[in-house]
């Protein structure tokens, strides 16, 4: 049994600006033809383009210590291994 209601393809043919707006809302459907699932019709997921301060310094304050040394070392050989000639063979 599904989580989701079934609309059938005729359904979403005939009523799909109620449909769209449903699944703009966050509601998932699952779509049938002549009794068989065939698909889902689902929302997006968004991702967020903006962490606030407030979680990105509460983020900072448990995050694990980094070698400055370690990372400065593994970025000059990422460095160096692109500082190859291209047509040297």
Request: proline share 6%; charged share 35%; net charge neutral.
């Amino acid at each position: 049994m599904s989580a989701q209601p079934e609309i059938t393809q005729r359904d979403l043919r005939s009523r799909s600006k109620e449909i769209m707006d449903a699944v703009e809302g966050g509601q998932g459907f699952v779509v049938t033809r002549d009794g068989r699932q065939i698909g889902e019709l689902i929302p997006l997921r968004r991702r967020r383009r903006f962490v606030p301060r407030e979680e990105f310094a509460a983020m900072s304050r448990v995050a694990p210590a980094m070698d400055i040394q370690a990372f400065r070392a593994d970025q000059d050989a990422a460095l160096e291994q692109g500082m190859d000639d291209p047509y040297a063979r």
